[in-house]
């Protein structure tokens, strides 16, 4: 005699042997009535590398060339099983926590919960659908970061436009460090999901490594048909772990009155606090924590209602469910909003422009700190709302946003409030960014990376010393036309200026004496990177030396000229140094980090390697 259970499970099995063969339906029915409890396979199992990269966050290579890019992660592998710093794998922008900790990071959002640990992203699309029953990522340099993935319902390819979009988590962890930087294969154990999938996500956090991560490859496992579940037991509730706390719990509810006599309350004690201690105590809560509560009582509703509990808002974390009915949900509540995270939202139709234009009219007069990166859902009209309901803006930043048109950059330049404006691998055109310049003369923190539209960055660094000469920060990480003429002049005029990164420019030539000329006109540098500058010789290493003794990051990846004297004169006018990294100087083998790591400590001396 069959019980309920099997019951019931051979109904499921009699409905699904109508897409499947008799023979796996027979075969599925005597795995039931035998007891047994595995999968059963219903299909044979595919195995596909990425065809395509839709999408992702940053990327440490340059736009026009496949050298160190997320591109590289579509098709077979290119280095695995080798293990070291190769150009063909895909690396992501920053690794460690000293990223985080420069004068232009800004500060971090309260109330983002503690298991989102995510920093970049990578989509991929296969070709065929499947339900995945493996993914494999080919780690081939300080592997570790990966901290989420994740599968949609869409399907990339597909002509005809999402109606509903749907993100499940296939598996998630917090950050590690690999013992050791050597290549591996990543294949953790997945959730079987009930759609099948042709688009994954890659969430990483590079925070705990000593260097960057690279990927090679992505391999997602899955059959055409969805598996059958295993068949479960139902789980037995003992009746001896009830708890008999019916006295306590009535007791919540009573209190003595005057009379001596117990008195019904609605709120126990809770309506006994002060108003600002029970604020206090719901500002640790989560957002959606914070919207089950309200829920509750009309007492907490009141509470987790109050605009003071929304004065910082991170969207981030709930990028996967975010729509325009959740900021219409929320647009009550956020009349006191000061800073707002949007970023990674928003795309494949989830927000629409009618639903953010109405939460930024509403919400958006008091902002002062814009979170939209990677936000591809903005247009023009957008950035026109922006610019008009947010005019006491500090903060905007459009890192990744690369499928803005050149036009809508010009309503930046209403914003003449800007302290930070972050444009990292975004169109922006040369008049667009000269105009921005010209009204946000309060600029102090500008990053242009990977900005390849702006033909002439001389003209950009003149504008920059004439207009703003507070500046404190700037990013021109593969600017490739700034030449030392251009740097002379935007040295002389910022000289504020604590973070200047200007790797992988190939136009910069030390021996135009520019390297020096900067090392002397900015005293409170912090941190430079001169990235791939093959130029970069033992005079400027002096120079900075002495010049600039609060020095923290120096990156001169790629160096031929310098030697282990004038880094060691460095690491001893230095004392706050941090990080050197010295990859790829030939002229500095291991044996000399090795050396100078013994007497610097303190320092953090990268020398990547490639084998």
């Keep these: 005699m069959l019980t309920i259970l099997s019951m019931f499970y051979y109904i499921c099995l009699r409905r699904r042997s ?48 496949m050298s160190y890019t997320m591109w590289n992660l579509a098709g077979v592998p290119n280095v695995y099983p080798s293990s070291g710093d190769f150009t063909q794998a895909a690396v992501f922008r920053t690794y460690g926590k000293w990223w985080q ?56 390819f597909s002509q005809n436009p999402p109606t509903d979009v749907r993100w499940e988590v296939l598996w998630s962890g917090e950050p590690t460090k690999a013992l050791t930087p ?84 609605e709120n126990g004690y809770f309506d006994k606090l002060p108003y600002e201690l029970i604020q206090l105590i719901l500002s640790h809560l ?14 907490l509703y009141q509470h987790c209602c109050d605009p003071l509990q929304y004065t910082q808002l991170s969207l981030q974390p709930y990028w996967a469910r975010l729509s325009d009915a959740s900021l219409g949900h ?12 949007l970023s990674w939202t928003g795309n494949r139709g989830a927000l629409s422009l009618t639903g953010f234009s109405s939460f930024m009219k509403a919400c958006g007069h008091n902002l002062v700190s814009l979170e939209l990166s990677c936000c591809h859902f903005l247009n023009e009209a957008c950035l026109d709302v922006i610019s008009q309901t947010c005019p006491e803006l500090q903060e905007l930043n459009l890192s990744s946003c690369d499928r803005l048109h050149p036009p809508a950059f010009t309503h930046i330049s209403k914003l003449t409030s800007l302290r930070r404006l972050v444009l990292y691998r975004t169109k922006i055109e040369q008049t667009a960014i000269l105009s921005i310049l010209t009204f946000c003369i309060q600029l102090r923190h500008l990053n242009l990376g990977s900005c390849c539209r702006i033909e002439d960055y001389d003209v950009v660094a003149s504008m920059l010393a004439a207009r703003c000469r507070s500046l404190c920060s700037l990013d021109l990480w593969r600017c490739r036309n700034l030449t030392d003429r251009g740097l002379t002049e935007l040295v002389s005029g910022c000289r504020m200026l604590e973070e200047l990164d200007l790797g992988w420019c190939p136009t910069l030539q030390s021996s135009t004496g520019c390297f020096q000329h900067l090392a002397r006109s900015l005293p409170r540098l912090r941190k430079l990177f001169l990235t791939a500058n093959r130029t970069v010789c033992d005079s400027d290493i002096e120079e900075l ?15 031929r000229l310098v030697n282990a004297v ?36 303190n320092v953090a001396i990268k020398k990547s390697f490639t084998q």
Aim: hydrophobic share 35%; aromatic share 8%; charged share 20%.
């Design 182 to 265: 050597q290549a591996r294969q990543f294949s953790p154990s997945i959730k079987l999901i009930s759609f099948p999938t042709n688009l994954l996500r890659l969430e990483v956090n590079s925070s705990l490594l000593d260097y960057y991560t690279e990927l090679d490859a992505v391999i997602l496992h899955g059959v055409k048909y969805r598996p059958l579940p295993a068949l479960y037991k139902l789980h037995v509730i003992d009746i001896n772990d009830v708890s008999d706390g019916e006295e306590e719990l009535s007791d919540l509810a009573f209190r003595q009155g005057s009379d001596g006599k117990l008195q019904r309350t």
């Design 330 to 341: 929320l647009q009550s509540r956020c009349t006191l909003l000061q800073r707002l995270n």
């Design 286 to 299: 989560t957002l959606p924590d914070l919207c089950r509560l309200a829920q509750s009582c009309k007492l």
């Design 101 to 156: 900790q420069c004068a232009s990071a800004p500060p971090p959002f309260r109330r983002t919960p503690k298991d989102f640990h995510s920093r970049d992203y990578i989509e991929l699309g296969f070709e065929e659908p499947v339900y995945p029953t493996a993914v494999e990522v080919l780690e081939t340099y300080y592997p570790g970061a990966i901290v989420q993935i994740l599968a949609c319902s869409h399907n990339p």
């Design 566 to 601: 004038s880094l060691k004169k460095l690491l001893q006018s230095c004392p706050s140094l941090l990080l050197l990294d010295v990859s790829f100087c030939s002229q500095v083998d291991m044996r000399v980090v090795q050396e100078l790591g013994s007497l610097f400590p």
């Design 545 to 559: 030396a002495a010049n600039c003794p609060s020095l923290q990051h120096l990156d001169i990846l790629g160096t």
């Design 18 to 65: 109508r897409s499947g063969t008799r023979g796996e339906a027979l075969t599925s029915r005597r795995a039931v009535e035998s007891g047994q409890r595995a999968v059963v396979p219903v299909s044979v199992e595919l195995e596909q590398y990425a065809k395509e990269v839709l999408d992702f966050s940053s990327h440490y290579g340059s736009e026009n060339s």
